[in-house]
Nanobody, 122 residues
Framework: QVQLVESGGGLVQPGGSLTLSCAAS????????MGWYRQAPGKQRELVAT????????TYADSAQGRFTISRDNAKKTEYLQMNSLKPEDTAVYYC???????????????WGQGTLVTVSS
């Protein structure tokens, strides 16, 4: 069984920084595009950033552009989200997402992590 496990969430003051990690485990043959999403209380889940399988291309939501950096280490099957200059409006549960081809299968399927809470408050 393939799973994604996030870590690194917590409480941070406005203007502070935090790095989230997401590790994939299980019977994995290949990992394609990975991404980070977030869901604030009372709001819909929204895309934060994505990164291609080889890490050569990234995309960011306007709210994350210039402050957040997505990266990945394919050898460790892990993606990261470095968040700087955090604002109270960044408070949300952050979810990692990945398109994964399991061993013995022919297609990629979307897998989600359980989420990690980031709270930006003084």
């Amino acid at each position: 069984q393939v799973q994604l496990v996030e870590s690194g969430g917590g409480l941070v003051q406005p203007g502070g920084s935090l790095t989230l990690s997401c590790a994939a485990s299980g019977s994995i043959f290949s990992i394609g595009t990975m991404g980070w999403y977030r869901q604030a209380p009372g709001k819909q889940r929204e895309l934060v950033a994505t990164i291609t399988g080889d890490g050569s291309s990234t995309t960011y939501a306007d709210s994350a552009q210039g402050r957040f950096t997505i990266s990945r280490d394919n050898a460790k099957k892990t993606e990261y989200l470095q968040m700087n200059s955090l604002k109270p409006e960044d408070t949300a549960v952050y979810y990692c997402e990945a398109w994964i081809k399991s061993t013995g299968t022919y297609t990629y399927r979307e897998v989600w992590g359980q989420g990690t809470l980031v709270t930006v408050s003084s």
